[in-house]
């Protein structure tokens, strides 16, 4: 059973960065493609980046240019780096697995880990 540990998320102002972490126990991180979503309140989940292995990334318009996500496959974890951040960055975030246009492959999510950005 494949399980995802989000991890990483803060308060922080404006302008400020983040990299929150996505461990994936249960399946290797090779050979798959993986995305990060966010869930703001209120609103529905909403995918922000997906990478591959044989792919690049793909990022949501509010995102590009700010967001990178990439992957440490010995650590089997993926990562989401997150710069200059506004406060419509705000939200839960989640790893899953699944290319952009596949989207989440897993119905089991995990905890996700909460992004507040407030000045």
């Known amino acids: 059973q494949v399980h995802f540990m989000e991890s990483g998320g803060a308060s922080v102002e404006p302008g400020a960065s983040l990299t929150p972490s996505c461990t994936i126990t249960?399946?290797?991180?090779?050979?798959?493609?993986w995305g990060w979503y966010r869930q703001g309140e209120g609103q529905a989940r909403e995918t922000v980046a997906a990478?591959?292995?044989?792919?690049?990334?793909s990022y949501a318009a509010s995102v590009e240019g700010r967001f990178s996500i990439f992957r440490d496959n010995s650590a089997n974890t993926v990562f989401l780096k997150m710069d200059n951040l506004t406060e419509k960055d705000t939200g839960r975030y989640y790893c899953?697995?699944?290319?952009w246009g596949d989207g989440p492959i897993y119905a089991s999510w995990g905890q996700g880990t909460y992004v507040t950005v407030s000045s």
């Open positions: 899953n697995m699944g290319s």
């Open positions: 249960g399946r290797s991180v090779r050979g798959a493609a």
């Open positions: 990478e591959g292995n044989l792919w690049g990334a």
